[in-house]
């Protein structure tokens, strides 16, 4: 079983420690019965009999049943005089992940708890797709980003549709699971607009160039603030960050 939990612990900690950045929300509140093994599978069991895909989740992911449910939030942005280069002289950052049975279990999108606009849909072009949103990761109450993804979930044929991330007028399909999207979250530190990454090349080529510019900006600017980290993510969506390139400020 992948330890979520520590994971989280730890990119606090680094957070903390970083002089290159600060906190702007730090919200984690974390108890360790959520995390008994025994537990998490009754609940997988459980949510599997209620809803069906994408649950049961598998053994290797059962600990994001156990991440806080609407205590998580984590949010940072460089300090002004962070050694940034290339005309970017600000990064920011945040993971706020809403609970697995809670999203999923929501009667209808745009759960107002979560401060999304009514009537959002109507401005959709992929009004079938998002509506079966439901918020999964919601930006940060420090309001460091307004790129809200959802999990899509197809109440009435019990089906898990997929992740999607909400763009202006558009709702964009992201290439990646459940787990994947933690993972990813947690490899990018939560760089602001990562998520844009892992749409489809289609897609990606069609964000406004302001976007584009910010994207490539997380590959020069994530490698400073954070040397110690593994980077190889980076390499992995270097077709991304090609394209994106003409954007970036010369």
Known sequence: MRDYAAQFTQFLARLEANTQVKLTWKEFDL???DLDDSILREINASL??????????PEDELQLLGLPADRFDIAWESVPDAPLFNGINFQTGC?????????????NYGNDSYGVPPGILALMDDATLMRHG???DAGSAANVTTNLVYVCYDKAQRRFLGLGIEHGRQFLPLQL?????????LA???????????????????????????LYNLSE?????????DWSVITSKQAYFDYARQFARR
């Open 177 to 185: 699971g459940i787990g994947e999207y933690v993972r990813a979250a």
């Open 31 to 33: 108890r360790a019965e």
């Open 95 to 107: 993971i706020n992940l809403i609970d697995l049975s809670t999203t999923i279990g929501a009667l």
């Open 221 to 229: 600017a994530l490698p400073v603030l954070f040397p110690e980290a």
């Open 134 to 136: 439901r918020l999964f």
């Open 188 to 214: 990018w530190h939560g760089g602001w607009g990562w998520q844009f990454l892992y749409t489809s090349p289609e897609d990606f080529r069609q964000l406004g160039g302001t976007t584009l510019r910010t």
């Open 48 to 57: 599997a009999k209620k809803f069906g895909d994408p649950f049961p989740l």
